[in-house]
DNA sequence: CGAACACTTGAACCTAATCAATGAGTGTGG
DNA sequence: CCACACTCATTGATTAGGTTCAAGTGTTCG
């Protein structure tokens, strides 16, 4: 039992879709939320996969570590999303680590509840297979892009995922989008590149006024000038 | 109706684990068996997306080809295996092309007929969240590997993993695992890297007596050893 | 036998990683 | 409020890893 109201986000997040009331309010009462402080960790790679979330609020970045310490990261979710999903299958360790980029709640099940959840509401069921299906052919999608395209293509890719994540409604003027607060350092870990390159790849679009950067932070203000860069 | 006898591999695909024999005849008789020669097409990249496969016999690889015409190997399918089973999830179109690299003969199923068999048989539904749940892991993995390591740990991972695949059994005396059939170029594309690079690579493990090379061929001679390289 | 194909190898070139030094913004405590 | 330390970012110089081009060898097949 939760000390929180039915939150309005629950009822469109994707795995729900389709849920009726009684079955929406089945699966809010059968989570408990919780919050987290911005740069807390969610779970952390490795862990036992206890849990598996739908965020409500803020942003959850999923970072891969490899044995080398290098890192990769494979997602970054916005509210209404489910993650650690694949805890929930098969899975006995979290394949990655989720950390909070700003102050964030999310709803958690553990993984028997949830897999309760599925046999008494088939409709989840379909729906967290079309979001692993998209999910596996990004997956897919993004290998290939970082075994076939020049660096500075992968960072104009990441940016452009960041930007239309933030920014689903289309941008005030239909020119300046919202700037996207990352580091360079969370760029490159996100685009397969180094620090350095980032940097001198963004100085040089913020000459050709392709965007704007500031500390931690960067505005794409030419979309479709970036995606021209990105398709080659 | 097919004019095959049930197939003993399709009881043991995956993707029907833990069904009654009166549901597994369900879903044979709501299938069709297909026949593929190697180099075969089974379905091309960007075609409407109508069915998807369980694999009987034979090899299927997939392969992702981009706008500059790159090609990328996303996946390699061995006997009871499902694959396009995301068409039958939101999209509408092949992400991928799937091409039979030997005879190979293959149950498939319309969209409609496999999600009306979802809804049928449940565990179905699990054994798939299962199966996406795991390649989508993978599929993350190998983007980071593609990311991060260098071209000749990234050989090596893909074939151990090719290795892996063929010979689930234990080579006969622990010391020669079976050869791979497959291209340089085929490596290339698996690996994220040229041609030439893998050439030149193999020529040096073969040397070192990793792997014995012959055309359109690749044995595993000291398995740990490559793992050691991919490792780094 | 000739043609097509798969592969090897040397050499030139180029991208991007790395090293090193510096600058700019943020936050803390005296 | 300023000085200090700290994190984040820029930029030049250097270098290594890998792609690409070019030429040549060995195999398979009609």
Redesign the interface.
Known sequence: MSRWEFPAILAEAQPLQGLGTESLDDVWRSGQTLEFQANEEVFSQGDPAERCYVLLEGHVKLL?V???G?Q?M?GFITPGEIFA??A????DVY??SAIAVQPSRAVGWTCETFREL??RH?GI??N???T??????N??????????KSSEQRIAGALLRLARRRSDRPAKNGELMEPIRVSRQDIASM??TGLYTVSRTLQTWARRGLVTVARQQVSVTDPDGLQRLF??
């Open positions: 891969q490899n044995a080398e290098e990769f494979i999903c694949v929930a299958f098969g899975e394949p990655a599925i046999a088939p069921g379909r967290v297979m079309d692993l299906g998209q999910r596996l052919q997956s897919r999608e993004r290998a290939a892009e970082m075994a076939t685009s397969g398709d080659g």
